[in-house]
């Protein structure tokens, strides 16, 4: 079955220090998306990709980083920069026609130590 | 800034009761308009969406939603719930891009 593969489930993280979060689909989607949820909030973007090699920045991009260098992948750094990094993250993909997230991963819990 | 309010965080329910969940957006323009599901264990899913024509829209399991322009409302109904509704409900907008602003979530919980 197609859909979204997001890892880790749990991840902890040191002040000062950037983690990697994944996200990888085999749904042959071009579009890419990834959010974050804050408890009572609802999801808020971050960065966008339509294609490879491309990506634009959502709402909340400062102290994030991402690449696109496959169609599969769109992995997302947060960086030291971000000062309030513990939140849900969810990655997100759709055909770039859709212009709206049609399938989402199960999402990475990223706490601060 | 374009904004979606839920008004309703939490939910409960019996069996057969009636659901309307309230939705309303900020933003004078155009909207494409959407409801999404989280069933507990599983993914974030679409349950309807509109993009133009018929202000009321069907979506699965029975649920359908209607746009009151003049309202800037969206709101959610299904005559008659089954414990199976139990889940977080989004109701979120784009207005023109990738760019889809999510409310809150509503939980709804239904007894059996």
């Known amino acids: 079955d197609g859909g979204i593969t997001q890892s880790p489930k749990y991840l902890f993280r040191k002040e000062g220090q950037n983690v990697t979060l994944s996200c990888e689909q085999n749904l042959n989607h071009d579009a890419m998306y990834w959010y974050r949820q804050d408890p009572g909030q609802g999801l808020r973007l971050i960065y966008y990709s339509q294609i490879v090699n491309d990506f634009q920045k959502g709402d909340i991009a400062e102290g994030y980083s991402v690449s696109r260098e496959k169609k599969e992948s769109f992995p997302l750094t947060v960086t030291s920069a971000q000062k309030n990094p513990t939140a849900f993250y969810l990655c997100?993909?759709?055909?770039?026609?859709?212009?709206?997230?049609?399938?989402f991963g199960d999402g990475t819990r990223l706490s601060i130590l | 800034a374009q904004s979606v309010s839920q008004h309703n965080h939490h939910v409960i329910l019996s069996e057969a009761a009636s659901l309307e969940l309230g939705c309303n957006y900020s933003y004078g323009g155009t909207v494409n308009l959407f409801w999404y599901v989280q069933y507990p264990g599983q993914h974030l899913q679409l349950l309807l969406k509109y993009f133009s024509g018929d202000p009321l829209v069907k979506g699965i399991k029975g649920f359908e939603a209607e746009f009151i322009k003049s309202k800037f409302s969206f709101n959610l109904r299904k005559p008659s719930v089954q414990w199976s509704d139990t889940a977080e409900y989004f109701c979120a907008v784009t207005t023109g891009g990738f760019k889809t602003i999510f409310g809150a979530g509503t939980r709804l919980f239904v007894k059996a």
């Open positions: 997100a993909s759709s055909r770039v026609e859709a212009f709206q997230p049609q399938h």
